[in-house]
């Protein structure tokens, strides 16, 4: 199992400091917030993607995934969202990053037509961002919070560009354990976002295996040769602990001992 952890929680940090706390702590990767206040975003240009890349490679690190904020089941026209989704590729595919997140974002809208905005743009951009080494993974979050959700709109893109990323917190919101989520989302999944909250009444952000969510299950029905990212969602919740080495010491060690157990239990 590798480890990566979100810039969420380092808002605003510069990538040199969220490299080093990875490469430092026993991460391999990250997960690059893709928003105008970070350091990275799609407005970049090309120098300062490649001085990014440098220093991520210095370190040693990669990015996981860009997190962009594109919702492609949203109302609207398809080209705004498309232009977007493009964006994210190339500034994916320039920093070596085999996955961009996305948001459904068709909250409000009835099902099937949320469903067809989702699959109509996926399957536009899907073949550009195979054509980028880029794979587009579908959150499960919001109009589409179960990896049953996500996974009906997947199999109706039917291409490998598009995926899916699992948010456990959203699959347990919506009902699924961790079992049906992993079967549900089968060969589309990319990888497993971990975090941990108070309660389902409050989505305050703690510690690994200080809250509530079910992360032996997600970790156990994880791909052995995969990826667990923790988002610590600081940026949304600033009176909670700073992301400290320290405290990413802990979250990857709680990490790695469900990956020992899961493995005894096979």
């Known amino acids: 199992m590798k480890y990566a952890f979100s810039t969420l929680g380092l808002p605003g940090t510069p990538l040199a400091r969220s490299a080093a706390l990875a490469a430092g702590h026993g ?28 220093t991520l ?51 409000g809208l009835p099902g099937a037509q949320a469903d067809g905005n989702a ?5 536009e951009a899907a073949p550009y961002a195979e054509r980028n080494g880029v794979r587009i993974l579908l959150e499960t979050h919001d109009s589409h919070r179960t990896a049953a959700a996500a996974a009906r709109v997947l ?13 456990v917190l959203h699959t347990w919101l919506g009902g699924e354990g961790p079992d049906e989520s992993r079967r549900r989302l089968g060969p589309h999944l990319g990888y497993v976002q971990v ?12 510690g690994l295996g200080a809250g509530v969510l079910p992360l032996a299950g997600a970790v156990a029905a994880a791909p052995a040769d995969g990826w667990l990212c923790w988002e610590y969602e600081r940026r949304w919740y600033p009176e909670v602990p700073e992301l400290t080495g320290p405290r990413l010491i802990r979250g990857r060690e709680h990490l790695e001992e469900l990956v020992a157990h899961a493995g005894q239990a096979e």
């Open 119 to 123: 699959v109509r743009r996926l399957r």
């Open 195 to 206: 975090k941990d909250v108070a309660s389902a009444d409050d989505l305050t952000p703690v």
């Open 27 to 54: 991460y391999q990767g990250l997960e690059l917030r893709a928003h105008p206040e970070e350091p990275l975003h799609p407005q970049s240009p090309p120098g300062d993607r490649a001085a990014g890349l440098r």
């Open 155 to 167: 199999d109706a893109v039917g291409h490998p560009g598009a995926g899916a990323l699992w948010d």
């Open 57 to 107: 490679n210095r370190a040693g690190v990669r990015v996981l995934g860009v997190a962009g904020y594109a919702k492609v089941a949203a109302p609207g026209g398809d080209e705004p969202v498309l232009g977007e989704l493009r964006s994210l590729v190339r500034l994916a595919a320039d920093l070596e990053a085999p996955f961009v997140r996305v948001f459904p974002g068709g909250v």
